[in-house]
């Protein structure tokens, strides 16, 4: 079994809402920053969201304002609530970890430069018009 497990990707239209859950089931203490990066078919990888271990969050400028991440530290559990879809949202959403934390750039956790090291295999979302 994967260390990093995602559920909650469905077929939604446009304009509606769904959360992501990833549960981390093998060594939580490393999932010092946590991510989640999803993939379109026929593109490359792309971060979204990321959340350090002090809370600290950061967004894609393309989910700014729509989408929040949020870990529940006591279940062992990263989040990602995703209200306004669009149809550019379907992608696999894959969440990841660093456990050496967030790399900052300019005091905020880094989307790209972050050194994912564990990723789970991903949930489907896709959004029709």
């Known amino acids: 079994q994967a260390d990093l497990l995602e559920s909650g990707g469905e077929s939604v239209q446009a304009g509606g809402s769904l959360r992501l859950s990833c549960v981390v089931s093998k060594n939580p203490a490393r999932s010092a920053c946590m991510a989640w990066v999803r993939q379109p078919p026929g593109n490359e990888r792309e971060a979204v969201a990321v959340i350090d271990r002090d809370g600290s969050t950061n967004y894609a400028d393309s989910v700014k304002g729509r989408f929040t991440i949020s870990k529940d530290n006591a279940k062992n559990t990263l989040y990602l609530e995703m209200n306004g879809l669009k149809p550019e949202d379907s992608a696999m959403y894959y969440c990841?970890?660093?456990?050496?934390?967030?790399?900052?750039?300019?005091?905020?956790?880094?989307?790209?430069?972050?050194?994912?090291?564990?990723w789970g295999q991903g949930t489907q979302v896709t959004v029709s018009s």
């Open positions: 990841a970890d660093d456990p050496w934390g967030c790399t900052l750039i300019n005091g905020s956790p880094s989307l790209v430069y972050t050194a994912y090291r564990r």
